[in-house]
Protein backbone atom coordinates (compact mmCIF):
# COMPACT_ATOMS: atom_id res chain seq x y z
CA UNK A 1 0.00 0.00 0.00
CA UNK A 2 1.48 3.62 -0.86
CA UNK A 3 1.71 6.50 1.01
CA UNK A 4 -0.90 8.09 -0.76
CA UNK A 5 -3.58 5.29 0.14
CA UNK A 6 -2.59 5.08 3.43
CA UNK A 7 -3.29 8.48 4.33
CA UNK A 8 -6.44 8.37 1.86
CA UNK A 9 -7.86 5.81 4.06
CA UNK A 10 -7.25 7.55 7.27
CA UNK A 11 -8.40 10.54 6.08
CA UNK A 12 -11.42 8.80 5.07
CA UNK A 13 -11.91 7.12 8.26
CA UNK A 14 -11.56 10.44 10.24
CA UNK A 15 -14.21 11.86 8.15
CA UNK A 16 -16.70 9.32 8.71
CA UNK A 17 -15.92 9.56 12.51
CA UNK A 18 -16.45 13.42 12.22
CA UNK A 19 -20.07 12.71 10.62
CA UNK A 20 -20.94 10.31 13.54
CA UNK A 21 -20.24 13.05 15.91
CA UNK A 22 -22.14 16.02 13.74
CA UNK A 23 -25.29 13.07 13.56
CA UNK A 24 -24.66 13.05 17.28
CA UNK A 25 -24.86 17.18 17.53
CA UNK A 26 -28.14 16.88 15.41
CA UNK A 27 -29.72 14.91 17.79
CA UNK A 28 -28.60 17.01 20.52
CA UNK A 29 -30.24 20.46 18.60
CA UNK A 30 -33.29 18.58 18.25
CA UNK A 31 -33.87 18.65 21.41
CA UNK A 32 -32.82 22.34 22.67
CA UNK A 33 -35.74 24.42 22.94
CA UNK A 34 -36.65 26.60 19.80
CA UNK A 35 -34.27 29.49 19.94
CA UNK A 36 -31.09 27.07 21.32
CA UNK A 37 -32.27 25.08 17.97
CA UNK A 38 -32.32 27.55 15.70
CA UNK A 39 -28.53 28.75 16.91
CA UNK A 40 -27.41 24.70 17.07
CA UNK A 41 -28.84 23.93 13.50
CA UNK A 42 -26.73 26.86 11.90
CA UNK A 43 -23.80 25.38 13.39
CA UNK A 44 -24.45 22.40 12.32
CA UNK A 45 -24.64 23.96 8.97
CA UNK A 46 -21.46 25.32 9.04
CA UNK A 47 -19.74 22.41 10.15
CA UNK A 48 -21.28 20.33 7.28
CA UNK A 49 -20.33 23.31 5.00
CA UNK A 50 -16.71 22.25 6.10
CA UNK A 51 -16.80 18.90 6.26
CA UNK A 52 -17.97 19.32 2.47
CA UNK A 53 -14.82 21.18 1.99
CA UNK A 54 -13.00 17.86 3.47
CA UNK A 55 -14.49 15.70 1.27
CA UNK A 56 -13.64 17.43 -1.84
CA UNK A 57 -10.16 17.56 -0.49
CA UNK A 58 -10.51 13.47 -0.36
CA UNK A 59 -11.73 13.49 -3.79
CA UNK A 60 -8.72 15.54 -5.29
CA UNK A 61 -6.47 13.44 -2.97
CA UNK A 62 -8.03 10.17 -4.68
CA UNK A 63 -8.02 11.48 -8.27
CA UNK A 64 -4.44 13.21 -8.06
CA UNK A 65 -1.28 11.34 -9.65
CA UNK A 66 1.25 10.43 -7.62
CA UNK A 67 3.37 13.30 -8.14
CA UNK A 68 0.56 15.93 -7.32
CA UNK A 69 -0.53 14.06 -4.04
CA UNK A 70 2.12 15.68 -1.51
CA UNK A 71 0.76 19.33 -2.65
CA UNK A 72 -3.25 17.94 -2.51
CA UNK A 73 -2.10 16.48 1.22
CA UNK A 74 -1.39 19.98 2.69
CA UNK A 75 -4.57 21.07 1.45
CA UNK A 76 -6.55 18.37 2.90
CA UNK A 77 -4.53 19.09 6.51
CA UNK A 78 -5.52 22.35 6.31
CA UNK A 79 -9.31 21.39 5.81
CA UNK A 80 -9.08 18.90 8.49
CA UNK A 81 -7.38 21.29 10.81
CA UNK A 82 -10.29 23.67 9.94
CA UNK A 83 -13.09 21.38 10.44
CA UNK A 84 -12.20 20.04 13.67
CA UNK A 85 -11.53 23.30 15.47
CA UNK A 86 -15.35 23.96 14.32
CA UNK A 87 -16.27 21.00 15.46
CA UNK A 88 -14.39 21.46 19.02
CA UNK A 89 -15.86 24.77 19.05
CA UNK A 90 -19.48 23.50 18.48
CA UNK A 91 -19.36 20.87 21.15
CA UNK A 92 -17.93 23.14 23.30
CA UNK A 93 -21.33 25.58 22.56
CA UNK A 94 -23.86 22.57 23.12
CA UNK A 95 -22.61 21.96 26.48
CA UNK A 96 -24.00 25.30 27.83
Known sequence: MSNKDAYEQKMQAKLEEMQAEVDKLKA??????ADARIEREEEIDRLEAKREE???????LRNSSDDAWDDIKAGAERAWDSLNESFEKARSRFKK
Open 54 to 60: MRQKLEE
Open 28 to 33: KANEAE
